[in-house]
């Protein structure tokens, strides 16, 4: 396993040990849609325990996966349609997190009650997305995808993989193009192009791309950047006319925290072609190319689970990994942000709390 921080809740960093725990304000990705049914089904991200389930109308919810009576996990219950029942006393939560019934007691104060942690769900192109907000950010910032996951012109496949390293790794090495030459130098997509590349940045509306100077469509080239209400990734990999009509092989790619020393990735293989194109190339990618593709992030998995411990603490950089030390300062100031504004608010309440008590002197 592979994590920025050997004990990061012990960190005398606590912007590091935050990050390593999973950076919030966000929308993450955090289940394939087929794998929320009508049972409950407990999950973890960014170290936070969550109950999904589906209601009698097929949208999804999700609380902190915790019966308030006990604490016995809601994720062992039973779907109620609108609540789910918790398996230990029969305590039945809505999906606002607010205590609906108590069968054991006759007009229990708990009733009417929210007690349970909510998150705000939304489902896109085959996934299912919660927003983790803080204190200081509970209402949910929109929600802006890109245009491959949600414009019909575009065909996709969601791949979805566990890696056993944190979020942080996985989103440094997307955003490092020229591993493609080296480490998948042997995949079906690519093996040309220079090894040697000037890398330059440059900024975007939503975030900034980064790109090899003079080489384009050759190999992994570029990678963007993009943050709209959660953190995305784009790339494009040329492919031949063998692998059927839709020009370039493009990825959408999410690194969601599961906890400080796990992630899941979810990769959006896309491609821009309509009618009976769109048919032909999803025919060919899963009889000929997935498994191809599968190769390729197996290989990214295990090199990134066999990082060195405390991998990130020992590096010594070069012009190649602008990009990625540029992501990591950009997330390093969204860190600091959230905390001023944390202390803001909690000044803000600490001072209405005194003027209460003072009023009632």
């Given at each position: 396993?592979t994590?920025?921080?050997?004990e990061a809740?012990?960190?005398a960093?606590?912007i590091?040990?935050?990050l390593?725990?999973?950076i919030k304000?966000y929308?993450?990705?955090?289940a394939p849609?087929?794998?929320v049914?009508?049972?409950?089904i407990?999950?973890?991200r ?7 389930w589906r209601d009698q109308?097929?949208q999804?919810?999700?609380l902190e996966?915790r019966c308030?009576?006990?604490g016995?996990?809601l994720s062992?219950?039973w779907?109620?349609?609108n609540?789910?029942a918790?398996?230990y ?5 809505d999906?606002s997190?607010?205590?609906q019934n ?5 007009a229990c104060?708990?009733?009417?009650t929210k ?6 769900a939304?489902e896109?192109?085959?996934a299912v997305?919660l927003w ?11 929600l ?6 949600v414009?019909?012109?575009?065909a996709s496949?969601?791949?979805?993989s566990?890696?056993k390293c944190?979020?942080q790794?996985?989103?440094d090495?997307?955003m490092d ?14 093996a040309e192009g220079d ?5 330059r ?5 939503s ?5 090899k100077?003079g080489?384009r469509?050759?190999n992994?080239?570029?990678v963007e950047?993009g943050e709209t209400g959660?953190l995305?990734?784009?790339?494009a990999?040329?492919?031949k006319?063998?692998f059927g009509?839709?020009?370039n092989?493009?990825?959408i790619?999410f ?11 979810y990769?959006w293989?896309?491609r821009?072609?309509q009618?009976?194109?769109?048919d ?17 992030l ?8 066999s990082?060195a411990?405390?991998?990130?603490d020992?590096?010594?950089?070069y ?6 030390t540029?992501v990591?300062?950009?997330l ?8 001023a504004e944390?202390?803001?608010l909690r000044?803000q309440?600490g001072?209405?709390?005194?003027a ?5 002197a």
């Amino acid at each position: 396993m592979t994590s920025p921080t050997p004990e990061a809740t012990g960190s005398a960093d606590p912007i590091r040990a935050y990050l390593d725990r999973g950076i919030k304000n966000y929308w993450y990705p955090v289940a394939p849609s087929w794998q929320v049914g009508n049972a409950p089904i407990g999950i973890t991200r960014l170290g936070e325990q969550i109950v999904l389930w589906r209601d009698q109308d097929g949208q999804v919810h999700a609380l902190e996966d915790r019966c308030p009576h006990r604490g016995a996990r809601l994720s062992l219950g039973w779907n109620l349609g609108n609540r789910v029942a918790c398996w230990y006393h029969g305590i039945e939560v809505d999906g606002s997190g607010t205590v609906q019934n108590v069968p054991a007691v006759s007009a229990c104060p708990l009733e009417g009650t929210k007690c349970v942690k909510s998150y705000p769900a939304q489902e896109h192109a085959g996934a299912v997305f919660l927003w983790f907000g803080d204190e200081a950010h509970k209402e949910p910032a929109p929600l802006q995808l890109p245009e491959e996951l949600v414009g019909d012109e575009y065909a996709s496949f969601l791949c979805m993989s566990n890696w056993k390293c944190n979020y942080q790794y996985a989103i440094d090495n997307v955003m490092d193009p020229m591993h493609g030459a080296y480490l998948h130098a042997t995949s079906h997509s690519m093996a040309e192009g220079d090894k040697q590349a000037d890398m330059r940045v440059r900024k975007t509306e939503s975030g900034l791309m980064f790109e090899k100077v003079g080489q384009r469509d050759v190999n992994f080239d570029w990678v963007e950047l993009g943050e709209t209400g959660c953190l995305w990734m784009r790339l494009a990999i040329p492919y031949k006319k063998k692998f059927g009509p839709g020009g370039n092989f493009g990825i959408i790619g999410f690194a969601v925290p599961v906890d400080e020393d796990n992630c899941q990735v979810y990769f959006w293989r896309t491609r821009k072609v309509q009618g009976w194109q769109r048919d032909a190339w999803r025919f060919m990618y899963r009889n000929r190319l997935e498994g191809l593709h599968w190769d390729v992030l197996e290989q990214d998995r295990y090199v990134l689970e066999s990082m060195a411990p405390n991998a990130r603490d020992h590096e010594f950089l070069y012009q190649h990994d602008v990009g990625m030390t540029r992501v990591r300062r950009m997330l390093r100031q969204r860190a600091q942000q959230h905390f001023a504004e944390l202390d803001a608010l909690r000044a803000q309440h600490g001072e209405a709390a005194q003027a209460a008590g003072h009023s009632h002197a």
